[in-house]
Protein backbone atom coordinates (compact mmCIF):
# COMPACT_ATOMS: atom_id res chain seq x y z
CA UNK A 1 0.00 0.00 0.00
CA UNK A 2 1.74 3.20 -1.33
CA UNK A 3 2.02 6.05 1.87
CA UNK A 4 0.30 8.94 0.91
CA UNK A 5 0.88 11.73 3.67
CA UNK A 6 1.60 15.04 2.55
CA UNK A 7 5.32 15.76 4.64
CA UNK A 8 6.04 19.02 5.82
CA UNK A 9 10.36 19.42 6.00
CA UNK A 10 10.61 22.35 9.50
CA UNK A 11 14.43 22.83 10.68
CA UNK A 12 14.10 22.00 14.60
CA UNK A 13 17.65 24.15 15.81
CA UNK A 14 20.23 22.82 13.22
CA UNK A 15 18.06 19.46 12.15
CA UNK A 16 15.86 18.94 9.68
CA UNK A 17 12.60 16.96 10.88
CA UNK A 18 10.39 15.64 8.30
CA UNK A 19 6.69 15.59 9.64
CA UNK A 20 3.14 14.86 8.42
CA UNK A 21 1.26 17.70 7.17
CA UNK A 22 -0.97 18.95 10.28
CA UNK A 23 1.51 18.52 13.07
CA UNK A 24 1.48 20.90 16.25
CA UNK A 25 5.17 22.26 16.48
CA UNK A 26 5.39 20.45 19.61
CA UNK A 27 5.46 17.28 17.88
CA UNK A 28 8.05 18.19 15.66
CA UNK A 29 10.08 19.07 18.87
CA UNK A 30 9.14 15.87 19.78
CA UNK A 31 11.14 14.12 17.17
CA UNK A 32 14.14 15.77 17.78
CA UNK A 33 14.91 14.64 21.65
CA UNK A 34 15.55 15.81 24.42
CA UNK A 35 12.30 17.73 23.01
CA UNK A 36 12.96 20.86 25.21
CA UNK A 37 11.34 24.32 24.59
CA UNK A 38 13.48 26.27 26.58
CA UNK A 39 15.52 26.95 29.64
CA UNK A 40 13.22 28.56 32.94
CA UNK A 41 14.60 31.08 35.20
CA UNK A 42 16.29 28.73 37.43
CA UNK A 43 17.73 27.25 34.52
CA UNK A 44 15.75 24.26 34.21
CA UNK A 45 14.58 22.43 30.69
CA UNK A 46 11.17 22.69 29.68
CA UNK A 47 9.12 20.81 27.42
CA UNK A 48 5.56 20.76 26.38
CA UNK A 49 3.40 19.56 28.96
CA UNK A 50 -0.25 20.42 28.76
CA UNK A 51 -0.81 20.39 24.63
CA UNK A 52 -3.55 23.12 24.92
CA UNK A 53 -2.43 26.66 24.94
CA UNK A 54 -2.67 26.49 28.65
CA UNK A 55 1.00 26.01 30.68
CA UNK A 56 3.48 28.18 27.96
CA UNK A 57 5.96 25.68 28.92
CA UNK A 58 6.06 25.07 24.87
CA UNK A 59 7.04 28.27 23.87
CA UNK A 60 9.68 28.79 21.09
CA UNK A 61 10.90 30.83 18.34
CA UNK A 62 9.79 30.20 14.94
CA UNK A 63 10.78 32.29 12.68
CA UNK A 64 11.71 34.45 14.94
CA UNK A 65 8.44 34.83 16.52
CA UNK A 66 7.92 33.55 19.86
CA UNK A 67 4.80 30.87 19.19
CA UNK A 68 3.19 28.32 21.84
CA UNK A 69 4.16 24.79 19.71
CA UNK A 70 1.32 23.17 20.66
CA UNK A 71 -0.71 25.54 18.95
CA UNK A 72 1.50 26.31 15.84
CA UNK A 73 1.35 24.18 13.03
CA UNK A 74 4.26 23.03 11.31
CA UNK A 75 4.70 24.96 7.97
CA UNK A 76 7.75 23.56 4.92
CA UNK A 77 10.69 25.54 5.98
CA UNK A 78 10.01 27.14 9.14
CA UNK A 79 12.90 27.73 11.49
CA UNK A 80 12.02 26.74 15.13
CA UNK A 81 14.65 27.82 17.65
CA UNK A 82 14.81 26.14 21.18
CA UNK A 83 16.74 27.57 24.26
CA UNK A 84 19.00 24.63 23.78
CA UNK A 85 19.36 25.77 19.84
CA UNK A 86 20.10 29.59 21.19
CA UNK A 87 22.34 29.08 23.81
CA UNK A 88 24.45 25.84 22.30
CA UNK A 89 23.25 24.26 25.28
CA UNK A 90 23.91 20.41 25.02
CA UNK A 91 20.56 18.86 25.56
S1 LIG B 1 2.15 22.61 26.06
FE1 LIG B 1 1.13 23.88 27.46
S2 LIG B 1 0.84 25.73 26.36
FE2 LIG B 1 1.78 24.40 24.94
Given at each position: MKNTTAMVEVQVGGARVRIPAGSSVAAALAQQPPGCTRLSVSGQWRAPL??????????VLVNGRECLACQTVCENGMHIATSTARTGGAA
Open positions: CGMGVCHECR
